[in-house]
């Protein structure tokens, strides 16, 4: 079996090098690198081959969001797990949305990181147990959704992609830039969308996008 | 009857078994984040040659004159990359350098930092002097691997070359048995400094002292140290003492040139102690801590002896020293006692008829010509026993307060009612009859001439072959209530009293002090020659000391006051209240100590060990406001560096108000260091300024000026050449000549100048308060941010490591129930504080706000509110991200909030709608509500309800509130904001 490399990025020392400690006692978990802040960090993972970055959400410079963000739009073939103070649904789902694979709140860290980057490395995905609740809510919601509209499971691969970047405040032109698509394209999209969905006014269809954003 | 020392063995065993545990003799003084310390962990402490304390703390560079405590950090110094500083060092030119956590090195100069950042990865950075008085840095080294607990590291050398830091491995030190952050060991290595080339390396049970040639020292318990805990007391040499806490939790300093300990505190710091603490120019030792902030002690002038060396009482009346040097000691209500090397032993117990008689208290001790022992007048002590001398029967049922023997032989004994002279078994009463002041007597004193003074309640009388004279306070007594007489060398005599001050009585003539006078207070109870040129009086605050040349001084009219000095509990005094009224109410014993009876037992000075600091104390004058702005730091330094021909501040015309602040750098009782100042030029005479560190000047006229300031410490001793600073204040152009030709010729146009210029100034006026309301909003979200990011960072970080440790601890210790439930409880506690945390830093500052976005911002505060009230709240809200500063953003969401929480509070509403909708130039913001709506008037004039601020907030974001309300018709509030051109919505 290989070794398992992974980035830290966090901007306290102290716990920067507990965590370092115990992920290397850890056998086949490697620390390849280390960041304290987000600029450092980014400017890291692009010239990286780490498995795994772990990041602390509240980085300064560019925070964990937008690493996560970045890593997504350039293909960065690591996976990140986030670490982060907060126990806050709002963040999880953003990371979710996101495509973050480990969610560790830092309560626990030590405890959990091991578990979570082997869990990471292996493909599956992992949260801190602590917060299960808000992954509840959230499928919970998914189910819901799929009640009262049965008609999001009519959309197409491509009209999902397009209301999720909708949701996330994307005009048009982004989207289309993001999925090299035309602008007119997308506006069909969104048209269609609004039609499949049964909605009717101006800002409908961004109404529900965001209302149902998590859910997505 | 008397106790022979045999008789009562169970009486004298206890109380051996209680007197004299090691008892301090220091004075503590504590600083924490409660009395202004920024705060309470201090990693290092220096003192820079001019004289001010520096502190490292994780909220900045603190600079301590004594009094107050002025802060260095991001606030305002912005050059510097975080707050939290580590280490100091003062260069070979005074420079001082300040390290980071982070590992960058700081140099101060000017009042600015230059920043030298660190090699790749090094934190933890400690300073030293590399030999050449320049600045070197270690650094921790980690270990590559981790081969266990333990492990050997070492600290990595730079030292600061042609203006960088540079490798050195000359200079490399190994430490042994270095632990990891996140494990324990009974060793664990606390921190290591090199002094002088010597590497002084601290654990938590010994010191080893490396010296450059690798010669080990240890100091531990098996070499001499009293306890744990380490801590090194460094002067300006390198460490002199250091300090260790005992298994019984109390602080010890010992000496490392002698090894010699003493107590320094019965109770330890709180928090851990750091490394090294200081001991200052004049001998204050400065203790440091993490998490109990700043101590400083100084070993106390008055040494307490009862309650403090564990008697079980207090209250001592009477204290006398016999020709065989024992001392006696009359108690209230507990007997007589001798008294040797602080051990109290038992002679007569308080039910003798002696003490009964006078309400259990001994109110007057007497050793006679031939040696015998006189307990409250009317006992003598003879084989052990307290005998009644016959000769005083049928007297006044009390007992006596004082006894004296006059040339003749004669016993005179002062009672509650008159005079008993006693001579061959006979005794005659003395009364105001025969000539006496007053019969209440208290004191009685040998004249040196065969004859006596004799002092009571009324006046003072002297005594002489038969002859009487009397003097009360027509004739000059000072007051009525004669409590102490003494006789100088000079044949004068001083009178003290309860309540009316000293009096002196020399040649016919009384001269009386008060604390009008500089006295420290009336009561004079006991006065003391110490034979070193001082009195030392006694009263219900302490005792006081006051050259007797300066009392001479003032009765010859020399000089207007004198000066005391004063000594209570801060000073060591087991209680402030002394005891007066009995004789003697106070003693100089032949070794030169002085003992005062007190209501917590002795107080003893040795005035030769006392000293006055005549040290004059460093003056600087540390800032300057005009019209409350601080002076341009460039002109600052120009003008207080400059020397001789520095540049003057200049204050233009239509500033009124000069503020100038100054210290002085003494730290004994820095607080009662006192000032004067002068604006040369202006003041013909010093300004008393007392203790304040503020000089204010309103509307200085036209002209040169020089401040000066200057100092006394708090023995008085001045520093009068102090500091000074020049100022030019600049005419006003209505004083120049141009301006008065310009009068003259055009009236009319004067007066058209003036008016406009009147409402152009109240237009700046209007416009500067606006301008103030909105720099104090953004002052306070700065600061609300800095404190958010401060708990988070410093506190939650702490919190956090605290709970991963309860965590691993409770997985190492998973077979023993009892060690993992202690484990889990830490773990509880800690989470919960660490909500706690998180709930003040976000009422502090939304993070959603940061990390989020604003239009997530508000959805989650809108929903967070939902959740408190019975109003239903809707968001009908558009993207708003990336439209606003983040300034700007948080402005706007306290608009909301501050909408929301008038909703929530006052309307009373059964639902309400935030909607935020997005124009092609504009974004509006609408908080509307179907509540009570406002009155009539608030609407319009923005008063209360939260308005004032919300319009104060629209006004920063160049929007305008608009309010629609009508009573009973629900309320909304709108702020519509023009977006800057490159930010408006492309069709």
Known sequence: ?216 | MLLAPMARPAALLALALLAFPAHAQYRLDHWTADNGLPQNSVREILQTRDGYLWITTFDGLVRFDGVRFTVFNRGNSPELPSSRFVSLFEDGDGGLWAALETGEVGLRQRGRFTVYRPPQGRINPFLFDDGHSRPAVHYWRAPASVPGLVARSSLEAYRLLDGRFRRDPDLDVTIPALALPFDSSPDIQHGSKVIDGEQWTVFASRVERRSRKGAIRVYSKDTGLPGDRPTLVCGKGGPVQLTSVDAAGRLWLTELATMKSELLSRQPPDGMLAVGSLVDGEGNIWVNTVGDGLYRARRNAVAAFGRATGLPFGEMYTVLERKDGSLWIGTSGNGLYRMKDGVFTLQAGAGDEAFVVAGGRANNLHEDRAGDLWVNGYWRVSDGRLVRDPATVGYHPGGGFAMAEDGAGARFTGTADGVLRTQDGVTTHLTTRDGLAANETKVIIEDGRGGLWIGATGGITHYREGRLTAWTVKDGVPGDTVRALHLDGDGALWIGTYDSGLGRFKDGRFTRYTTHDGLFDNGVFQILDDGLGWFWMSCNRGIHRVRKKELDDFAAGRIRSVTSYAYNKSDGMPSAECNGGRWPAGVKTRDGKLWFPTMGGLAMVDPRTVRTNREPPPVVIEAMRVDRQSVDAEAWENAVHGGSGAAPIRVDPGQDNLEIEYTALSFINSENQRFRYKLEGADRDWVDAGTRRTAYYSRVPPGSYRFRVIAANADGVWNSTGASLPITVIPHFTRTWWFQALAVLSFAGVIAGAWAYRVSQLRRVQAAQQEFARELIRSQEHERKRIAAELHDSLGQNLLIVKNRAQIGQIAVQDDPALVEQFQSIASSVADSLDEVRNISQNLRPYHLDRLGLTKALEVMIENVAKTTSTRLRAELVPLDDLFSKEDAITLYRVVQEGLNNVVKHSGASEAVVSVERATDSVTVTIRDDGRGLPPDAASRHHGFGLAGMAERARMLGAVLSVDSAEGRGTRVAVRIRLPIARQESA
């Not at chain 1, 969001?65 to 990140?80: T, W």
């Not at chain 1, 397009?162 to 602008?183: D, G, H, N």
């Open chain 1, 1 to 216: 079996m290989t070794d398992i490399r992974i980035l830290i990025a966090d901007d306290h020392p102290i716990f920067r090098h507990g965590l370092r400690q115990i992920i290397e006692r850890a056998p086949q978990l490697v620390v390849v690198d280390e960041a304290e802040d987000g600029e450092t960090a980014w400017q890291k993972l692009r010239k990286s081959d780490a498995d795994i970055a772990l990041l602390d959400v509240e980085l300064p410079g560019k925070d964990g969001f937008e690493l996560a963000g970045a890593i997504r739009e350039q293909r960065l073939k690591m996976a990140v797990i986030f670490l982060t103070m907060h126990k806050d649904e709002h963040f999880l789902n953003r990371a979710l949305d996101l495509d973050v694979k480990g969610y560790v709140v830092k309560d626990s860290a030590l405890v959990e990181i091991v578990q979570c980057i082997r869990a990471v490395a292996a493909g599956q995905e992992y949260v801190s147990p602590q917060l299960t609740g808000f992954l509840l809510n959230r499928s919970r919601r998914a189910t819901q959704l799929a009640a009262a509209k049965p008609q999001v499971a009519a959309l197409t691969d491509v009209e999902r992609r397009v209301l999720k970047l909708v949701a996330e405040y994307k005009s048009s032109k982004e989207i289309a830039a993001e999925l090299c698509l035309s602008v007119r394209t997308i506006e069909h999209h969104r048209a269609r969308i609004g039609q499949r969905l049964e909605l009717e006014g101006h800002h409908a269809v961004l109404k529900f996008a965001l209302e149902h954003r998590s859910e997505l």
